[in-house]
């Protein structure tokens, strides 16, 4: 500190025109003692007792032997939206602010006018997913969100252009992965593949010996198997039916 | 939380915010909402859904894309406080509804008007307060080309809104901004926006807007589950130092007087966030004032020592807990929330219950069958009352001390007297020197922490008094010298107004709260926070229509005061404060809340 401390001033007499606090007397009115211990003799900081408890970064108390952190995973959540004008920059907004760690995002119609899907793959811990999907369910359009259980289908599409010097080998290779050949020119082949994160990463190892040109890929997107709804409260929609809802 | 929030403060006769259709089936209903009238174009259906909505002020500056907006209100009952800056129109909307419990309106025009509300627009968003902002836009056609003072509002917004629209046509306008005023209060409330392009508002339509209500599926459930609630009681009982933290939720949600019947019903002890202060009277023996950082040692060292914590509307901010891993490190937590995204965001609830806290409180007294056994607990809480008491030097001699001034001040005002804050060590003062008794007297930048919120904070506090047939109510604003310069503009409002406020300058030729920090953290480099340019406060008070008064007295202190508080009108008095002065106690940033430090040399 710059100049002295209150400590050094503390000793005022009854000069002190400062009401007590306990006190009735009205502002200005006279000198007045204060009883109030003043800093210089209370307990410091380290004088003070402390529990030996401790939470941590998620703020769950933890044994102090045992410390439970939690790992991270990757977790397919699904939203239904409202097909509005910024619904996608508000959520990706909300996913880059609060720093998620956001793997891919995909987004498409679905069977009802003015909804649209949107699937997002997260790398995070279990309460961080809980967050993302706590958050992303305050949105305003955001009709329902929720993680898609861990069976879903998931699928991915990948565009892939190679080098054609050897046409007959991509062709062999792109059948070997239920590839298709959507353009062959001269110098380069395209080639179409959908999958799930393990096929589509496979198929494209096996390609990279022809020399990858350029890659495009959608990330996945995902539905629930069998009559488990995708995002909750999701009824099986037919076209220009409601999706979900009750109200 | 809606329907109590939905209520305007002054009890008694208003039914819930219902809409003005419920309101137009039932002749009967006492509601001041009002069916929406005849319109023949969208900036009267603009205008018909806010009168129609309750709306009764509006704090704005004119402008060419707002202009048909305004035309409309030439011929309404709202009122229109014309600001000197729309930062103040922000600010005074917000405050204005902290103060009556409803949605605070603001408006400004395109460009450069709406960019001047994101500041006021951002600190509602932080403090959860609900505030409908309209911002006029450029014609339709001309949006995306640059056009004259056009900004991408919806977007520049978009983070720091509840929700924002682009209206979308005259016929639609007027329910768009219905439902963006029912939104901002409909659970957690905060700020909404709607960007009004002129041809929208120019455009001929004769439809009348329907019923103001909230989006389906924003106004959530007010009671928690009933189970969840056995449960929390049951940790209640069984607590040996079980602690209540009162946040700002409890005064949004209305949910003091439930607050204090909890409390006081198993004799609970209560600290509050610093939103929080006036949910819980400080001079209840209950009372150990509020948390934080530079909040009171004692409620700070019985965070650190509960064991069951019952958290009501908020949500653990930094400034609130210090370190996480420090914090009510032995306690189980209780969180009521109306917002479920809140839950076990920063700390982790061991009890969740989401839902209204008034109602949420009320399931939680009738749950609770017998007093926790925490005799010892409060004995020990009083203790530490007693060993840490707020408390600051006062040498025979001058300089003033500020604490003194918040002192003088709270004793010749009563308990219903509004005092509204800038940023800095004067915030903390009047939050620490003052004993707040009544939820919606105390009304400060918590979560952004602007400076400059304080004039046209305390012209909106005002306004709202006015409105609600309080007049009687002093308004008292506490500023730094830094934040006054920032928003005094304002001042110019108030003598135009003959609004009755008065501003307490605690000058301390110092961007203070940095200097402390400078002291404290960089070695007394005092780099870029000695402001001994000031103006002369008193003085620049006159040239604008105001009483100035200047004090550097001790002994000039309370005939200040008081002539200040007599006057009607604006008032500013310029105290100049020791600027040596420090906030404390203080738990530095990221620090443990039990290790506050009371003098400089523990920092
Ligand atoms: C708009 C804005 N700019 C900067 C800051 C950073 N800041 C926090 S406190 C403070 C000093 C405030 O000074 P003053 O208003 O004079 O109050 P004092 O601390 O001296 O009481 C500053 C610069 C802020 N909170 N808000």
Redesign the pocket.
């Known amino acids: 500190m710059s100049g002295e401390s209150p400590d050094d001033r503390a000793d005022e007499e009854s000069t002190d025109p400062r009401p007590a606090t306990d006190g009735g007397s009205a502002a200005g009115e006279g000198p007045e003692t204060d009883s109030r211990p003043m800093p210089s003799e209370q307990p410091g900081p380290r004088e003070r007792d402390h529990p030996e408890g401790r939470r941590n970064l998620e703020g769950i108390r933890i044994d102090p032997v045992v410390e439970a952190e939690h790992e991270s995973r990757r977790a397919v959540i699904s939203a239904l939206v409202e097909d509005e004008p910024g619904v996608l920059a508000r959520v990706s907004g909300l996913v880059s602010r609060r720093q998620f760690n956001i793997e891919s995002l995909t987004v498409g119609p679905t069977t009802v006018d003015g909804h649209s899907r949107i699937t997002m793959v997260v790398e995070e811990t279990d309460p961080g997913i809980d967050q993302i999907e706590k958050q992303m369910a305050k949105l305003k359009p955001v009709i329902s969100v929720g993680e898609v259980a861990g069976d879903a289908v998931t699928s991915e599409l990948v565009l892939l252009k190679v080098e054609a010097d050897d046409p007959a080998a991509v062709h062999a290779v792109s059948e070997m992965y239920d590839g298709k050949t959507v353009d062959a020119g001269p110098e380069t082949i395209t080639v179409e593949l959908t999958g799930d994160k393990t096929d589509v990463d496979s198929a494209i190892g096996a390609f990279e010996r022809f020399g990858i040109v350029e890659i495009a890929r959608t990330g996945p997107t995902a539905l629930a198997r069998g009559n488990t709804p995708t995002a909750p409260g999701e009824k099986p929609g037919t076209a220009g039916e409601p999706t979900t809802h009750d109200d | 939380m809606s329907d109590t929030a939905a209520q305007p403060r002054s009890d008694g006769d208003e039914s819930d915010g219902s809409s003005a259709g419920a309101a137009a089936d039932d002749p009967t209903d006492p509601d001041d909402e009002q069916p929406a009238g005849p319109v023949s174009t969208g900036a009267e259906s603009v205008v018909a859904a806010l009168e129609a909505a309750g709306a009764k002020t509006a704090f704005g500056v004119q402008g060419g894309a707002i202009m048909p907006v305004y035309d409309a209100l030439y011929d309404s009952s709202i009122r229109h406080v014309t600001m000197a800056h729309e930062q103040g129109a922000a600010h005074a909307a917000d405050a204005y509804g902290v103060v009556a419990g409803e949605p605070g309106l603001c408006m400004a025009t395109s460009g450069p008007g709406a960019t001047n509300l994101v500041t006021g627009i951002a600190d509602a968003d932080m403090d959860s307060d609900a505030m409908l902002a309209l911002t006029g836009q450029v014609p339709t056609e001309f949006v995306g080309n640059d056009a004259f003072q056009e900004t991408d509002t919806v977007g520049v917004t978009r983070p720091i809104t509840k929700h924002n629209y682009f209206a979308g046509g005259a016929d639609t306008v007027g329910d768009t901004v219905g439902e963006a005023f029912e939104l901002s209060r409909a659970g957690r409330p905060g700020p909404t926006l709607v960007d009004l392009p002129k041809d929208v508002t120019q455009d001929e339509t004769d439809r009348t807007p329907g019923p103001a209500t909230p989006p389906a599926g924003t106004d959530p459930d007010p009671n928690a589950d009933a189970e969840a609630v056995e449960e929390a009681a049951r940790a209640i009982e069984s607590a040996e130092r079980p602690l209540c933290l009162f946040g700002g939720g409890v005064i949004k949600g209305d949910a003091s007087d439930e607050a204090r019947t909890f409390a006081r019903s198993y004799g609970i002890p209560v600290t509050t966030t610093m939103p929080g202060i006036g949910s819980f009277p400080e001079d209840d023996d209950l009372s150990l004032s509020w948390a934080g950082m530079h909040g009171t040692g004692y409620a700070n060292l019985a965070i650190t020592h509960t064991d069951c914590l019952i958290a009501v509307g908020t949500r653990f901010d930094d400034r609130l807990t210090g370190g996480i891993d420090t914090f009510a490190p032995e306690a189980e937590v209780i969180h009521v929330d109306i917002d479920p995204a809140e839950i076990s965001k920063n700390v982790y609830a061991d009890y969740p219950l989401v839902g209204d806290a008034g109602r949420v409180l009320d399931q939680l007294t009738a749950a609770v069958r017998e007093s926790p056994d925490a005799g010892a607990w409060r004995e020990r809480c009083a203790e530490w009352k007693e060993t840490y008491p707020l408390t600051y030097a006062t040498p025979d001699e001058e300089p003033l001390k500020p604490q003194f001034v918040v002192e003088a001040f709270d004793e010749a005002t009563d308990d219903d007297t509004i005092v509204t804050t800038?940023?800095?060590?004067?915030q903390m003062w009047a939050s620490q020197f003052w004993s707040y008794s009544e939820p919606r007297t105390w009304v400060s930048s918590h979560g952004l922490?602007?400076?400059?919120y304080g004039v046209p904070a305390a012209v909106g506090a005002r306004v709202a008094a006015d409105t609600m047939g309080e007049s009687d109510r002093d308004v008292v604003c506490f500023d730094?010298?830094?934040?006054f310069l920032?928003t005094m503009q304002e001042l110019s409002v108030a003598v135009r107004e003959e609004l009755d406020i008065t501003i307490a300058v605690?000058n301390?030729e110092?961007?203070?709260?940095?200097r402390q920090w400078q002291d404290a953290f960089y070695e007394g480099r005092h780099m870029a926070s000695e402001y001994s340019w000031m103006p002369e406060f008193d003085k620049l008070a006159e040239a604008f229509g105001a009483l100035g008064l200047r004090v550097d007295d001790y002994d000039e202190v309370a005939p200040a005061v008081e002539e200040a508080l007599d006057y009607d009108g604006p008032a500013v008095v310029d105290f100049h404060v020791d600027p040596e002065e420090n906030v404390l106690p203080m738990v530095p940033s990221g620090g443990a809340n039990g290790k506050f430090a009371t003098a400089e040399d523990q920092l």
């Open positions: 800038g940023v800095g060590q004067h922490g602007t400076m400059g730094g010298d830094g934040s920032m605690l301390n110092y961007i203070g709260m940095v």
